[in-house]
Structure formats: C-alpha cells, structure tokens
C-alpha cells in the first residue's frame, strides 16, 4: 500500500474512533471525511514546492498526473489508427496475436494504408505464380572452417536474456523452439537452465560481460566458455559488439531483478545492478577481433561462430573484412541488428538517433562482403522488428539469408507493448522476476503460441514469395522489391541502391566505395 493509502487509512480509522468517544454514529464521520482528506490534501498542494502545477492548482492537478500515467495506454487503446502506432501499429501485432493462438489473421475490405504515401514499399507479383513448397528450405551455417554446420531456419527467436525475461518466458519460447525445430538465441545474460530444459537449439551470445563465462574481475574465461558450449543443445556461438537499441553502450540490469539465480548464471554478485561495459577486452583492432572469432570456434568444438553488431561506420566493417582477408578466415555468420531493434531499455537517445536502420545496415553487410569475396562463406541474419512474413521476405530480398525476431516472440508469449520492460513490473509476467507475476504467464499455452507463430509467419513467407514466382530465399532480387518516391514515382531496390558485384572491392571499387576501402585498415577501427 502507498503512503497516501496508509494516511487516508489512519485517517478513517481515527475518525472512526473519535465518532464512537463521542457517541456519535462512525458513518456521519466517514461520510465527512472525504471533504476532510481532498481539504488535507489542497493545504499539502500548496505548500510543496516540488510541483507547482499542484501549488497552481490543488487538488485538481492531479487530474494531470493521472492522465499521464495512463496516456499511453488511451492512445493504444482508443487513439492510434490500426496502422500508425509504434513500435507495432495494431495491424502488426493482431496478426501476431491471431498466428499465435492458430486462428485466421485476414483482413476484410482492403488495405487501410495509403498506397500513394512516399515511403511506401512493395513486393512485386509474378503473372507466372508458384507452387507453395511443401518444407521450408533451411540455411546452412558454417563455413570452410566450421567443423560442425547449423541447418538455420528462416525465423528464429532473437537475443533475449534470462533475467531480462522471467524464467516463464525463456521456458515458452526455448519449448516453442524445440517444439518447432527453429533456434533461440540466449541474449548476453548466460546460458540459464531455463534455456536447456526444454531442449531448443541454441544460439549462446556472449557480450562485452562475458556473463557465464567471466572470470572474478570480469574477463573472458575460456575454459567455462568450453565447458558450457560443449552442451549438446548449444549449436553455434555468437559474439555481441552491439544491439540496435543502444549500438556503443552497454546493457543494464537494475539490481532488483538480481536474485540469485540470475546472479549464479551470470556470474555476478547478487543483488547489484548490473552494467555490461560498452566495449569488449578480448580485442582492439579488426584484426583481433577476427582472431578472437577463430578462437571461439576451436574453443566450441568446430561449431558455427559469429558475431551481431548494429552497423556504424562503413569503414570500419570494411577493416573487419580486410582483417578476415589477410588471416584467412571468417565467421560463419553474421547478425545485423537494426537501429529500430531493442526489446529493453535504452537512453531515448540512443534509440532514436543512433545506429544505422536495418535496411541500410543490411545492405552495407552485404554489399561489403560481396565486394570483398567473402559472402559465400559467411550468412547473413536480419534483426530488427521483423514480425510478419512480408518483413522476413523483405530483409532476405535486402541481403539476409534468415530473420530473428524478439518483441513478435514476446507478443506471442503474451508481451502487451505496455513498454514497463525495465521497471520489473510487466504486467503479463514476461519481462519481470516477480514470481507473482510471472506465474501468470502459462508456459505450456505460451510455448505452444511461439511454435505456431514461427511456423505461420514462414509459411506466410513461403506464400508470398511463391506469388512472386520464387521458391527459394536464394532466388529473390533486388528489382522485387520497391519504393513510392512520391505519389507519382516508384522505384525497385535494383535502381535505388548500389549493389558490388562478387570481388568488385579487390579488383576495382566503385567510386563510391573507393575512399572508404582506401582507408580501412585491418589493425585500427579508424572513425
């Protein structure tokens, strides 16, 4: 109970005794202590010095505070158009809610969209359509030195940590994993007994913490890295640089959502808030970073290895290509998370101003891995409010070989974009360590939700891409997908941006290439 409740009580129950010293009846009392309290609370308004709004206006000002509290959900709720909320317009997460619980998610009387804004995209039917494969072609990860390939699904479960969810939530979405044959990724908070119960495949991802696999004074720990990735259900590694959210920053746990299981598996005291630092020990350069990515594959026992950022600087991921070059090797797979991505809290600033949007950050990745020869040994996902399968669709014709997707996981297991993901009081259970609330959140009902979101939202893909006339991710182009310019021009992905031809950077780069692949250097990040 709040302070205020605690005096209002008091009040009542003095009033109450001092009726009965009087012999007069408590409920003339009650009835006049309304009057009393709201007289209380002006002569409090007026002499705080914290709001003046209240000091304005008492009593009445609080109306504003209210108001406020609840703005966001009046606008989800009773303002936004069914199209035009963020981060997911109502359009968005229906569809989600609808796959998850197995029931049609159709839209009658046309699109409510306006076609002729600027902005709008498109993907382009074929006259000549396709047959719906009747598997879902998968995504093999490991290059020439991964002893130890991953076939990927098109759409698996992004970085979420165990203590940035509750332990409900990882079970549900790890079951919905295994129970549907796609892989979960851990998010940098360790490898939890909650993410190996259920038996999903798994993607561990190590950040700049090194939770899980940390020495005492917070370095990578190679042995413990070893041990926990030799578990049968760990299927490849990954190395976090950044998160769209919050790209050149580090995570934060508040210490209340501490306790110490989460303290056992990250290897951190308990109780205390903990901050992942912005950046990582284990290298300096390109070079090192490339290095420390072999390094993790032989310390895995030959198993996929790769790495996520949110892409900055072009220059520098050039270096990163230059650096696997001149050692001869390269991750498996890259993770292309977009600044429009981040299923916690982030400094406001950060995400909404910095890190590169997924579209151009996937066709930086691309393009540079292309130009440098280097794309054949090395997939591509995509992260970053991909829900539906036009997004998957979309990101695969922008260069991604897979998608993962979190907050449409987190809808699936019950997320209401109440946007209380750092306050520990998700009022569905998923992303607080209140047992009282994350006990309503139904592992068994939600686990079955995450499969049939995931198998839905890739046979839509698979549906779609058959309207086009393909029927694999590899066939998809560039011209199938376009642009309104303005309500009279349309342009195809083709012709709005540069696409390098495979070696273009090493034999002769575009001049729009040329001055940043000039300047990369394999043992700098130069800015």
Same mark, same amino acid.
């Given at each position: 109970?709040?302070?205020?409740?605690?005096?209002?009580?008091?009040?009542?129950?003095?009033?109450?005794? %001092?009726?009965?010293?009087?012999?007069?009846?408590?409920?003339?009392?009650?009835?006049?202590?309304?009057?009393?309290?709201?007289?209380?609370?002006?002569?409090?308004?007026?002499?705080?010095?914290?709001?003046?709004?209240?000091?304005?206006?008492?009593?009445?000002?609080?109306?504003?505070?209210?108001?406020?509290?609840?703005?966001?959900?009046?606008?989800?709720?009773?303002? *936004?158009?069914?199209?035009d909320?963020?981060?997911?317009?109502?359009?968005?997460?229906?569809?989600?809610?609808?796959?998850?619980?197995?029931?049609?998610?159709?839209?009658?009387?046309?699109?409510?969209?306006?076609?002729?804004?600027?902005?709008?995209?498109?993907?382009?039917?074929?006259?000549?359509?396709?047959?719906?494969?009747e598997?879902?072609?998968?995504?093999?990860?490991?290059?020439?030195?991964?002893?130890?390939?991953?076939?990927?699904?098109?759409?698996n479960?992004?970085?979420?940590?165990f %203590?940035?969810?509750?332990?409900?939530?990882?079970?549900?979405?790890?079951?919905?994993?295994a129970?549907?044959?796609?892989?979960?990724?851990?998010? *940098?908070?360790?490898?939890?007994?909650?993410?190996?119960?259920?038996?999903?495949?798994?993607?561990w991802?190590?950040?700049?913490?090194?939770?899980?696999?940390?020495?005492?004074?917070?370095?990578?720990?190679?042995?413990?890295?070893?041990?926990?990735?030799?578990?049968?259900h760990?299927?490849?590694?990954?190395?976090?640089?950044?998160?769209?959210?919050?790209?050149?920053?580090?995570?934060?746990?508040?210490?209340?959502?501490?306790?110490?299981?989460?303290?056992?598996?990250?290897?951190?005291?308990?109780?205390?808030?903990?901050?992942?630092p912005?950046?990582?020990?284990?290298?300096?350069?390109?070079? *090192?970073?490339?290095?420390?990515?072999?390094?993790?594959?032989?310390?895995?026992?030959g198993?996929?290895? %790769?790495?996520?950022?949110?892409?900055?600087?072009?220059?520098?991921f050039?270096?990163?290509?230059?650096?696997?070059?001149?050692?001869?090797?390269?991750?498996?797979?890259?993770?292309?998370?977009?600044?429009?991505?981040?299923t916690?809290a982030?400094?406001?600033?950060?995400?909404?101003?910095?890190?590169?949007?997924?579209?151009?950050?996937?066709?930086?990745?691309?393009?540079?891995?292309?130009?440098?020869?280097?794309?054949?040994?090395?997939?591509?996902?995509?992260? %970053?409010?991909?829900?539906?399968?036009?997004?998957?669709?979309?990101?695969?014709?922008?260069?991604a070989?897979?998608?993962?997707a979190?907050?449409?996981?987190?809808?699936?297991?019950?997320?209401?974009?109440?946007?209380?993901?750092?306050?520990?009081?998700?009022?569905?259970?998923?992303?607080?360590?209140?047992?009282?609330?994350?006990?309503?959140?139904?592992?068994?009902?939600?686990t079955?939700?995450?499969?049939r979101?995931? *198998?839905?939202?890739?046979?839509?893909?698979?549906?779609?891409?058959?309207?086009?006339?393909?029927?694999?991710?590899?066939?998809?182009?560039?011209?199938?997908?376009?642009?309104?310019?303005?309500?009279?021009?349309?342009?195809?992905?083709?012709?709005?941006?540069?696409?390098?031809?495979?070696?273009?950077?090493?034999?002769?780069?575009?001049?729009?290439?040329?001055?940043?692949?000039?300047?990369?250097?394999?043992?700098?990040?130069?800015?």
């Amino acid at each position: 109970m709040t302070r205020i409740g605690l005096v209002v009580l008091a009040l009542f129950v003095a009033l109450a005794a %001092g009726a009965a010293a009087v012999g007069c009846s408590p409920w003339w009392w009650f009835a006049a202590a309304p009057a009393l309290v709201l007289g209380l609370l002006g002569v409090w308004d007026l002499l705080q010095r914290r709001h003046s709004v209240l000091r304005n206006y008492p009593v009445l000002g609080h109306a504003r505070f209210l108001l406020e509290k609840i703005r966001p959900e009046l606008q989800q709720y009773f303002i *936004e158009r069914n199209f035009d909320g963020r981060p997911f317009d109502r359009d968005t997460r229906t569809i989600v809610y609808e796959r998850a619980k197995g029931t049609d998610a159709e839209q009658p009387y046309g699109t409510e969209r306006d076609v002729y804004r600027p902005g709008y995209e498109f993907l382009v039917p074929s006259m000549a359509p396709c047959p719906v494969p009747e598997a879902a072609p998968r995504v093999r990860v490991g290059g020439p030195d991964c002893d130890r390939p991953y076939d990927m699904a098109l759409l698996n479960v992004s970085a979420m940590s165990f %203590g940035s969810l509750s332990a409900n939530a990882i079970l549900a979405l790890n079951g919905g994993a295994a129970a549907g044959g796609f892989a979960h990724d851990t998010g *940098e908070g360790g490898l939890s007994e909650y993410h190996l119960r259920p038996g999903g495949d798994l993607v561990w991802e190590i950040g700049t913490g090194y939770f899980g696999c940390r020495t005492d004074d917070g370095d990578f720990d190679p042995a413990e890295f070893a041990d926990k990735a030799a578990h049968e259900h760990v299927k490849c590694v990954s190395l976090k640089l950044s998160q769209g959210a919050k790209p050149g920053i580090g995570g934060v746990l508040p210490g209340a959502k501490v306790n110490a299981e989460i303290a056992r598996v990250r290897d951190v005291p308990q109780g205390r808030t903990v901050i992942s630092p912005p950046f990582h020990q284990v290298f300096s350069t390109p070079r *090192e970073l490339v290095r420390f990515l072999a390094r993790m594959r032989e310390l895995s026992g030959g198993k996929p290895t %790769g790495f996520k950022l949110c892409v900055g600087s072009r220059r520098q991921f050039l270096a990163v290509c230059k650096a696997m070059l001149a050692e001869g090797t390269t991750p498996d797979f890259i993770v292309v998370d977009g600044a429009e991505g981040g299923t916690g809290a982030a400094p406001l600033e950060f995400a909404d101003h910095v890190g590169t949007p997924l579209t151009e950050g996937l066709l930086t990745v691309h393009n540079a891995l292309v130009g440098a020869g280097l794309r054949d040994r090395v997939k591509i996902g995509a992260s %970053g409010k991909i829900a539906t399968g036009t997004d998957l669709v979309k990101r695969m014709v922008q260069g991604a070989d897979y998608g993962n997707a979190a907050r449409a996981m987190m809808f699936a297991v019950g997320c209401i974009q109440a946007q209380r993901c750092h306050t520990n009081t998700c009022p569905t259970g998923v992303t607080t360590q209140d047992p009282r609330r994350a006990r309503a959140l139904h592992v068994g009902d939600k686990t079955l939700r995450v499969q049939r979101l995931q *198998e839905a939202t890739v046979a839509s893909a698979l549906q779609i891409m058959a309207s086009m006339g393909v029927t694999d991710p590899a066939q998809l182009r560039p011209h199938m997908l376009r642009r309104r310019i303005d309500p009279r021009t349309e342009r195809s992905f083709e012709e709005l941006y540069e696409w390098l031809a495979p070696g273009q950077l090493l034999a002769e780069p575009p001049a729009s290439w040329a001055a940043d692949w000039a300047a990369a250097d394999p043992d700098r990040f130069t800015v």
